[in-house]
């Protein structure tokens, strides 16, 4: 089982910037397709964006696409998140997910197998 630690969230007025990070341990990394996730308060959670565990393969949803930019290193079994021109509707808690599902499942959450705890994002207009 992989556990997931995510840190780097915070207070920023609106077209700031945070980078989010995504710490794996545990079982082997390899192999395990990344995503992030959000939820505001008194709405579902939703994707903000997947990466395969080589990087090679990546998408976004629209609301962030543009914006925000998911990157992987294998070498530090970290996954990133760097929010640019943040919104004030950007505002939730984060989490990182995993799984080793295709990259299309996690992106619908079914495939997701760990959750993170999640890390506050406040952005402030």
């Known amino acids: 089982q992989v556990q997931l630690v995510e840190s780097g969230g915070g207070l920023v007025q609106t077209g700031g910037s945070l980078r989010l990070s995504c710490a794996a341990s545990?079982?082997?990394?390899?192999?395990?397709?990344m995503g992030w996730f959000r939820q505001a308060p008194g709405k579902d959670r939703e994707f903000v964006a997947a990466?395969?565990?080589?990087?090679?393969?990546?998408y976004y949803a629209d609301s962030v696409k543009g914006r925000f930019t998911i990157s992987i290193d294998n070498a530090k079994n970290t996954v990133y998140l760097q929010m640019n021109t943040l919104k004030p509707e950007d505002t939730a808690v984060y989490y990182c997910?995993?799984?080793?599902?295709?990259?299309?499942?996690?992106?619908?959450?079914?495939?997701?197998?760990?959750w993170g705890q999640g890390t506050q994002v406040t952005v402030s207009s």
């Open positions: 545990g079982r082997t990394f390899s192999n395990y397709n």
């Open positions: 990466i395969s565990w080589s990087g090679g393969f990546l």
């Open positions: 997910a995993a799984g080793k599902a295709p990259l299309s499942s996690i992106g619908t959450m079914s495939g997701v197998q760990t």
